[in-house]
Nanobody, 120 residues
Framework: QVQLVESGGGSVQPGGSLRLSCAAS????????MAWWRQAPGKQRELVAA???????NYADSVKGRFTISEERAKNMAYLQMSSLKPEDTAVYYC??????????????WGQGTQVTVSS
């Protein structure tokens, strides 16, 4: 019922910037947290950034000072602003919402992933 659609991925040179967007559609009762994860080839999926109740944020040490997570709750959207990109940031990025579709029905929902490639 809930679908997350990501956009903004692509190829960029080292030092460049990208802004990822994630839009959720469907019946949403309450959003508890929004997060961005990434998975590079041969590596486990890792949490990049998260925002809880629109107040508390957490970042992986590897992206602190370079990435910023934000949200527009009224639009059911999350964003990840990435700057000073490095080749090691290359990965498939996934958005993840912790939300309830109705009172007492809470779950995690995932986007399909968007490729970010930092090279040349």
């Amino acid at each position: 019922q809930v679908q997350l659609v990501e956009s903004g991925g692509g190829s960029v040179q080292p030092g460049g910037s990208l802004r990822l967007s994630c839009a959720a559609s469907g019946s949403i009762f309450s959003i508890y947290a929004m997060a961005w994860w990434r998975q590079a080839p041969g590596k486990q999926r890792e949490l990049v950034a998260a925002i809880t109740f629109g107040v508390r944020t957490n970042y992986a040490d590897s992206v602190k000072g370079r990435f910023t997570i934000s949200e527009e709750r009224a639009k059911n959207m999350a964003y990840l602003q990435m700057s000073s990109l490095k080749p090691e940031d290359t990965a498939v990025y996934y958005c993840n919402f912790d939300l309830a579709v109705r009172l007492g029905v809470r779950n995690n929902y995932w986007g399909q992933g968007t490729q970010v490639t930092v090279s040349s």
